[in-house]
Nanobody
Framework: QVRLVESGGGLVQTGGSLTLSCAASGFDLGNYHIGWIRQAPGKEREGLSCISANDGTTYYANSVKDRFTISRDKDNNAVYMHIDDLKPEDTAVYYC??????????????????WGQGTQVTVSS
């Protein structure tokens, strides 16, 4: 079965850190661009970051580029997103997905097909 599984979320205090994981089942993540999206209650999905399949180039939305770091682990067929200095406004369900290109506008990420259940991140103030 082909799917993505997100994990690593949890309840953290403001200023804390988390590393989210995106694991692939049934296919090689290394052949795909992998992006992260989040959806907060009552808000639209927001594109956050992307790592390209070709050369591992990373891309970040301006709103998160100073705190979020995306990386790829080919040995474990996974992509990670490390988040520093968490803020209450980071509270959301986080998903990984497979954009056709990392260069697409971040607003287009909200229309991407989601393959996993997401992982909940809750930041307490």
């Amino acid at each position: 079965q082909v799917r993505l599984v997100e994990s690593g979320g949890g309840l953290v205090q403001t200023g804390g850190s988390l590393t989210l994981s995106c694991a692939a089942s049934g296919f090689d993540l290394g052949n795909y661009h992998i992006g992260w999206i989040r959806q907060a209650p009552g808000k639209e999905r927001e594109g956050l970051s992307c790592i390209s399949a070709n050369d591992g180039t990373t891309y970040y939305a301006n709103s998160v580029k100073d705190r979020f770091t995306i990386s790829r682990d080919k040995d474990n067929n996974a992509v990670y997103m490390h988040i520093d200095d968490l803020k209450p406004e980071d509270t959301a369900v986080y998903y990984c997905t497979t954009p056709s290109s990392c260069n697409m506008p971040w607003s287009n990420y909200k229309h991407l097909e989601l393959w996993g259940q997401g992982t909940q991140v809750t930041v307490s103030s």
